[in-house]
């Protein structure tokens, strides 16, 4: 069995309108009958324009955002159909690492504070001795950051820094699945190299299944097993990445392929 299947998915809007002859009928469907399977391990890529419903199929598959319809079957267990309560405790297992890192820190938190609160969800027992401190040092070497500068502020550390600190809290609850929704875009194009790189080291290190979200299809294929084309709430194309790449069947991949500069070296 996949370890993540999206079955028929469906998340919808309703449109508010305005007026005495409005109508609330019409939907939008930022999701639209998405069906992916995912193994243990894998990084699928997800890619598409904004706009898509790349950010609403991740806080769906999430539990952030209730589906209209469908399943999200992570590890053998429907998510959907789980209390409130049930999903604060399961969402441990699937973490999210967000665009852009300062928004998503606590700027009044200290690092070490950030990483001790997240790893305390999982280790709730945990005192804050020692054991916990080691667990903050070995947590912010695993992503590459030095332990020395763990009393500092977000504002203190690079952009760059600053995602790295982002990935080590979504690490933190000792997840099995990880969404990155644009974790490099915000990014300088030598300091993305480094995070995507990271990612892939964190995949084989931790035995991570990985959602990474993105517009761009050349860092994409750089990371992921699968791609996953997304236009208007419809997966319109999926393959490896090679088969995506080289030889796209649908119009819309085409389009997004065109898009990339040099595609010749890419391909080469």
Not at 79 to 101: G, H, W, Y
Not at 191 to 215: A, G, P, V, W
């Amino acid at each position: 069995m996949p370890f993540l299947q999206l079955k028929d998915l469906h998340t919808h809007f309703p449109i508010k309108g305005n007026g005495l002859f409005s109508s609330t009928s019409e939907l939008i469907k930022a999701v639209n009958g998405v069906s992916l399977s995912i193994e243990k391990g894998e990084i699928l890529g997800l890619v598409g324009e904004s706009g898509c419903g790349k950010s609403t199929l991740s806080r769906t598959v999430m539990q952030l955002q209730p589906a209209t319809s469908g399943k999200v079957i992570l590890d053998g267990e429907d998510l959907t159909a789980l209390p409130k309560s049930e999903v604060r405790q399961r969402r441990l297992d699937f973490q999210m690492i967000f665009q852009d890192p300062y928004a998503s820190l606590n700027p009044r938190m200290t690092i070490y504070s950030t990483l001790a609160e997240a790893i305390c969800q999982r280790h709730p027992n945990l005192k804050k001795d020692d054991s916990l401190t080691e667990k903050v040092v070995e947590l912010m070497a695993t992503v590459g950051l030095d332990s020395r500068h763990m009393q500092k502020y977000p504002h203190e550390f690079s952009g760059g820094q600053r995602q790295r600190i982002a990935i080590a809290r979504a690490l933190a609850p000792e997840p099995k699945l990880v969404i990155a929704d644009e974790p490099v875009s915000a990014l300088d194009v030598s300091i993305q190299s480094q995070i995507l790189n990271l990612l892939l080291e964190l995949r084989e290190k931790l035995d991570l299944t990985m959602i990474f979200i993105s517009h761009d299809l050349s860092v994409v294929r750089f990371l992921a097993d699968n791609i996953a084309v997304m236009y208007a709430g419809e997966i319109v194309e999926y393959g490896t990445a090679d088969e995506v790449f080289l030889n796209p069947q649908d119009d819309y991949t085409k389009k997004l392929l065109s898009a990339i500069p040099h595609l010749e070296a890419h391909a080469s």
